[in-house]
């Protein structure tokens, strides 16, 4: 019975386990990055078997279907990498170490 109470509670309220979807905050605010009087840094795409770079056009394309990202032209430009998660999936990690080295500190919170 209590089985029964708790899939009828999980069906009643199942968009708020909503798997389909990333789960990556989307409520962004608009800002700048200050930077020094430096060009933008740029880096070459790490190396990469073809195994991960198959997963990494997946993991992409997913995310431009859910409009998470979206096509750039900046001058900017960052490698992205990917790590294993536990479960054995990927997790793409963009290292902006480079863009970091350049940017004026700001001591005002992030706003919420």
Not at 8 to 16: D, F, M, N, S, Y
């Amino acid at each position: 019975e209590q089985q029964d109470q708790a899939k009828c509670i999980l069906t009643e309220h199942a968009k708020l386990f909503d798997t389909n979807r990333p789960t990556i905050a989307t409520n962004v605010k608009p800002h700048a990055i200050k930077t020094l009087d430096h060009p933008p840094p740029t880096s070459k795409p790490y190396y990469s078997t073809p195994s991960k770079q198959e997963a990494m056009y997946k993991i992409t394309q997913e995310l431009l279907h859910f409009g998470l990202i979206r096509p750039s032209h900046s001058p900017y430009a960052a490698p992205a990498l990917l790590v294993a998660k536990h479960d054995g999936t990927w997790r793409m990690v963009v290292d902006y170490k480079k863009l970091n080295n350049i940017t004026i500190k700001d001591n005002h919170p992030l706003p919420n």
